[in-house]
């Protein structure tokens, strides 16, 4: 069974940076794709950006884009998000994710909630 558990969140001013882990087990299949959402205080979850597990092309929202990097350490079965330039409008419970498709992942962390002070 594969399982994904996110870290690194917490409170941090605006500007400020914070790098989220997921670290996965239980075998990700060399096809998936290793996903971040999030989902801000009453508003639905919204994608933030997406890696192959096994290589490829990353993609990211606009909202995010050129502020966050998402990369991925096979040998330790982790992908990270590097999060630059925080603002408030950042704040949320990021949540990991795995999946053959960004529209269809199968596997969900339990989040870690990035609060970013203005």
């Known amino acids: 069974q594969v399982l994904v558990v996110e870290s690194g969140g917490g409170l941090v001013q605006a500007g400020g940076s914070l790098r989220l882990s997921c670290a996965a087990s239980?075998?990700?299949?060399?096809?998936?794709?290793m996903g971040w959402f999030r989902q801000a205080p009453g508003k639905e979850r919204e994608f933030v950006a997406v890696?192959?597990?096994?290589?490829?092309?990353?993609r990211y929202a606009d909202s995010v884009k050129g502020r966050f990097t998402i990369s991925r350490d096979n040998a330790r079965a982790t992908v990270y998000l590097q999060m630059n330039n925080l603002k408030p409008e950042d704040t949320a419970v990021y949540y990991c994710?795995?999946?053959?498709?960004?529209?269809?992942?199968?596997?969900w962390g339990k989040g870690t909630l990035v609060t970013v002070s203005s």
């Open positions: 994710a795995a999946g053959y498709e960004i529209r269809n992942m199968n596997v």
């Open positions: 239980g075998g990700i299949y060399s096809n998936y794709v």
């Open positions: 890696i192959p597990w096994s290589g490829g092309d990353t």
